[in-house]
């Protein structure tokens, strides 16, 4: 089940306020350090102006953030149908379902659909354990083979008329008011879609899963609350996000049949759906409706998973980039600039670090590892500051943005390579088999 929530000492409250006060500090002093060298763009243009819209980009995503206010309870009710798609998820699907049943929701109104994915394990036997003792609650339905997670969620999405279709992945939990709480912002007409926020489960099992824990809150907290203020947020996360049904019926058999150049888009599909209804719907972010998911822990499960994640991101970020334009401006701005840098970042890093200094006697190594190391302590104290109990796991959160540099930041290039393949478009479970989507 979800973990309980953490209530505040007057210890945490007096640490999470000194981690606000740094986190001012190195905010100020990053900007301060920018524009003092302004004059860098007349020696070093290309390296000075990277910098300056780094800068920018990731303070202004801090500062909008702050600008979020969750949904206000209109008391909304509307008819709910979960669909929770699984493949091979034996360990895990009965923890999930049982969450879902416990939700704080009338039971009248919601739906629960499991949809087993054609597992070669326990998983179909698990859905069912749990149907038998549910008093109907929970629809239960097998492919019979495997068939991708895409062709779950729409078989899932077919079997229920409810006005609301939310999405829980097989590995992950809810807290018991998240869908009630997630409605709620469903009673201004034009929101099409609500990603609700996502806790790491696993978070103390391994170093990997400690440096994911940070991730994940800072980039719900932070990067999905400022899309959220320009009703634009641009993916709803698989863990647990809510659709009107109307905003993705009319992209239903596209959205399952999508492919790209030639080839079946068989992962991404959170992405690609949010796109789908972002054209034409307000997209936004609930971070009171709190999901548990699981991350992979081990290094091998981990990359594999980034690998397809950044294959996902260059596919549908052609597709945003072709509407985005239409939404807010500074939305749009944020959107394109967000896709140029992954571009652009590893070549800095060869030339900052090793090109600069290796060919030319010059560079700005220090000054580059200075600005990832400013960045990472930013993340981290943000981490501090926002959650109820201190927590000396924002460590990990500077550990994590070194560890992207030197592991995750080249895989971009090859994502873009291979942005054909189908691979991995199956899902194997998270919770410890190489792979997940």
């Known amino acids: 089940m979800a973990p309980k929530r953490s209530r505040s000492t007057v210890v945490d409250r007096i640490a999470r306020g000194l981690s606000v006060v740094y986190l001012l500090i190195v905010l100020a002093a990053v900007v301060a350090y920018k524009g003092a060298f302004l004059q860098a763009l007349v020696v070093d243009p290309l390296f000075a102006a990277y910098g300056l819209v780094v800068c920018a980009y ?44 416990a939700l704080d929701y009338p039971a009248a109104k919601l739906e629960i659909v499991a949809v087993n994915d054609g597992s070669t394990d326990g998983t179909l036997r698990e859905m069912n354990t749990v149907a038998a003792h549910a008093d109907g609650r929970v629809n239960v339905i097998d492919l019979g083979t495997n068939q991708g997670k895409r062709a779950a969620m729409a078989a899932g999405i077919r079997a229920t008329d409810a006005e609301i279709i939310a999405f829980v992945d097989s590995d992950s939990v809810l807290e018991p008011d998240a869908l009630r709480i997630l409605v709620q912002g469903f009673a201004n007409e034009k929101v099409g879609a609500i990603c609700g926020h996502a806790d790491v489960l696993n978070l103390h099992e391994t170093w990997l899963t400690k440096m994911q824990a940070v991730r994940y809150f800072v980039a719900f907290k932070v990067v999905k609350a400022a899309e959220s203020v320009f009703n634009a947020v641009t993916c709803c996360s698989g863990c647990f996000s809510a659709y009107r049904r109307e905003a993705i019926l009319p992209h239903l058999d596209w959205w399952e049949h999508q492919s790209f150049l030639g080839r079946p888009s068989t992962f991404g599909d959170d992405r690609s759906l949010t796109n789908c209804v972002l054209r034409t719907w307000q997209v936004r972010y609930e971070s009171r409706a709190v999901s548990h998911t699981l991350v992979p822990g081990r290094f091998k499960q981990f990359m594999t998973q980034q690998l397809r994640w950044k294959r996902s991101w260059t596919r549908e970020s052609l597709i945003v980039g072709t509407f ?31 090109f600069g200094p290796i060919v030319h006697g010059s560079g700005a190594p220090l000054v580059y590892l200075l600005g990832v190391y400013s960045m990472a302590i930013a993340y981290g104290l943000y981490y501090a500051a926002k959650r109820p109990r201190y927590d000396s796991l924002w460590i990990f959160g500077v550990v994590f943005c070194f560890f992207y540099l030197f592991f995750l930041l080249w895989q971009t290039y090859w994502a873009i390579l291979t942005a054909r393949s189908a691979s991995w478009g199956t899902r194997p479970s998270t919770a410890g088999i190489e792979g997940s989507s």
Do not use: C
């Not at 939404?327 to 900052?352: D, E, F, N, Q, T």
């Open 58 to 101: 990731i303070v202004s995503r801090f500062v909008f953030s702050l600008f979020y206010r969750p949904a206000k309870d209109a008391g909304l009710e509307p008819r709910v149908a979960i669909v929770m798609p699984g493949f091979n998820e034996q360990e895990a699907i009965g923890n999930s379902l049982h969450s879902l049943l």
């Open 324 to 354: 985005i334009w239409r939404k807010h401006p500074i939305a749009a701005v944020s959107a394109y600039i967000g896709m140029v840098l992954p571009l652009i970042a590893p070549l800095i890093a060869v030339r900052a670090t090793l």
